[in-house]
């Protein structure tokens, strides 16, 4: 998967844009919404939309 344009915080729902992307996934990640830093917690509008049609 190429880098995405930004990812998604699982915890406020935010875009976020200040991301570090690695073998397909987010290495290193802030969000500026709610401060979030964990890279477990954000999806690609890809992944949240297969999250929302299962």
Avoid: R
């Avoid at 802030?30 to 690609?44: H, L, R, S, V, Y």
């Amino acid at each position: 998967m190429s880098q995405p344009d930004f990812l998604i915080c699982m915890n406020c729902e935010s875009p976020c844009y200040i991301f570090e992307w690695k073998n397909g996934e987010p290495t290193e990640v802030f969000c500026e919404a709610c401060g979030n830093e964990d890279p477990d917690d954000f999806a690609t509008s890809e992944d949240l939309d297969a999250m929302t049609e299962a």
